[in-house]
């Protein structure tokens, strides 16, 4: 599976990769990255996934110049895609019967961060780059982050990576409890084979129910954040922040 889309999955022995080639995540590359990972999850053959992205950008998210132009066309449908695209990828991540690997290669932020955690492990180029940033943005979080990041990190930290929106790095997402390893650039795509192969070997089926346990409140989360990202979507706050971003201007945020 491989086109203009942004998306590639690639099948070697029992291990599947998925690669996000466009570091911004328009609307295409989240129905294509949808299909590759349900196709993942079904093909019986695979017994390990590797999600991972390309160059600079494990993913930024949200491709906000094609947002921004959906809420200037109909502000009331313009999250429609998180029930669409975002849930069910974060969903089928979570639930699918085998192990995922994020394989963290460049800045990783927002839905990328949500996506990322998402999977069951987490392994980072030492050079890779964190953030929530939907505050940043006038929204709260989607892509299970709420649920997610806390179970990382905990609540208190969680709060503030959150409300302060700030980027850390790769060493502070292994102190934290984001990734569980980093290593060099240069050793990153064979670290995360090593792992992938070594999980494709082992217990698939207790695997799947143990990643089912895990995941019993996720679809909870994922509706609420669903609910508060279409109330604040319609919100000056939001607006003006995205056209903000664009024009590489600090946004003002007036409450309302």
């Known amino acids: 599976m491989a086109d203009e889309s942004g998306v590639t999955l690639v099948r070697q022995g029992q291990v599947a990769t998925i690669t996000m080639t466009s570091a911004a995540l328009t609307t295409r590359v989240k129905s294509d990255l949808l ?24 993913s930024v998210g949200q491709d906000l110049k094609e947002h921004a132009e959906t809420l200037r ?5 313009a999250f429609d895609t998180v029930e669409q695209h975002y849930n069910p990828i974060v969903l089928g991540l979570a639930t699918m019967p085998k192990p995922v690997i994020a394989s963290i290669n460049g800045l990783c932020v927002g839905a990328g961060l949500g996506f990322a955690l998402a999977c069951d492990l987490r392994i980072a180029s030492a050079k890779a780059k964190f953030g929530t940033a939907f505050t940043a943005i006038g929204l709260t979080c989607d892509s299970g982050l709420s649920v997610t990041l806390a179970r990382a990190v905990g609540a208190a930290r969680a709060s503030e990576l959150v409300l302060r929106a700030n980027t850390f790095s790769a060493e502070e997402a292994l102190q934290w409890g984001i990734v569980g390893q980093v290593v060099e650039p240069e050793d990153l795509a064979a670290e995360t084979i090593a792992l992938a192969e070594k999980f494709a070997n ?27 990202q279409a109330r604040l979507g319609v919100t000056k706050d939001h607006r003006n922040a995205v056209e903000a971003f ?11």
């Open 35 to 58: 299909d590759a990972v349900t196709e993942a999850g079904k093909d019986s053959g695979v017994r390990a996934v590797v999600l991972t992205g390309t160059g600079k950008a494990f």
């Open 73 to 77: 066309a109909d502000a009331t449908h």
């Open 202 to 228: 082992g217990p698939t089926l207790a695997y799947a129910e143990a990643k089912a346990a895990m995941a019993v409140s996720l679809s909870q989360a994922l509706a609420a954040e669903g609910a508060g």
């Open 246 to 256: 664009l024009a590489k201007e600090t946004p003002t945020f007036e409450g309302r």
